[in-house]
């Protein structure tokens, strides 16, 4: 199924409310067929969705934006603030966008200050509508053979509109996060290793950066991805079904 086929079967396309929710990595309200895809022809609109690359930078398959283009996908990142609730504290953030080619190279190098032992999260809106996801926990793994099962799910983990993967180490507590739009988030209040690890792979800090979730845009999947997320589910001893 690829992204045009994705759409009309209405997997999901949704529009970020505010700054701060994109920065925690939650979605926006959910739009049926609306905003700037509502008078487009099918043409036009497969047309649109086909454009991966703007300028140097590479979308993954897994996300398109809005047809009028109000954020133009390009690589950096800036930082952001966090409001917890539950702690009422500010959490410090990193937010970038990297190229498809160095996506999965970056992320994995941002893994590597968190620590020998993690906790991860999987989490998929397969199944779901209007924003809506589930959560799967794996607690203490090491990091290389972590690593080693996300590099074999590499396809899934960039191209697949509906998967995201957080690591984190509860004790720091710091996060690094690649999640559906495949943004690379981190959290944490010692953030300078991670903006080293950016700017080592040329994503470079830009405070008016905007990301593909500050406007409309669009989610692909496949029930090919529905599956491998199944085995990597497995992999990593996650108990619960999609």
Not at 139 to 151: A, G, V
């Amino acid at each position: 199924m690829g992204f045009l086929k994705s759409f009309f079967s209405n997997v999901f396309d949704e529009q970020q409310l505010a700054a701060t929710a994109t920065a925690s990595g939650h979605s926006g309200d959910t739009l049926a067929l609306a905003s700037s895809f509502e008078t487009v022809t099918e043409r036009d609109l497969e047309a649109h969705l086909a454009v991966a690359r703007y300028g140097d930078f590479l979308l993954t398959d897994a996300i398109r934006p809005s047809y009028g283009l109000e954020v133009v996908p390009r690589q950096g990142f800036r930082h952001d603030v966090y409001r917890d609730d539950d702690s009422r504290c500010d959490v410090p953030v990193l937010m970038a966008a990297a190229t498809k080619e160095q996506l999965l190279d970056t992320f994995m190098d941002l893994l590597e200050p968190l620590g020998p032992t993690v906790d991860v999260v999987l989490e998929t809106s397969h199944g779901h509508s209007g924003g809506g996801h589930t959560d799967l926990y794996r607690e203490h793994i090491d990091m290389p053979i972590l690593q080693s099962i996300l590099w074999d799910y590499e396809d899934l983990l960039v191209n697949d509109g509906c998967t995201g993967v957080a690591v984190l180490n509860p004790r720091a507590p710091q996060e690094v996060q690649l999640d559906e739009h495949k943004l690379l988030i981190v959290y944490g209040s010692e953030l300078t290793p991670y903006e080293g690890v950016l700017i080592d792979h040329h994503v470079d800090c830009d405070e008016e950066l905007r990301f593909i979730t500050e406007a409309e845009h669009v989610h692909s999947t496949t029930d090919r991805y529905i599956e491998q997320f199944e085995e990597l589910k497995m992999r990593l001893g996650m108990d619960g079904s999609l």
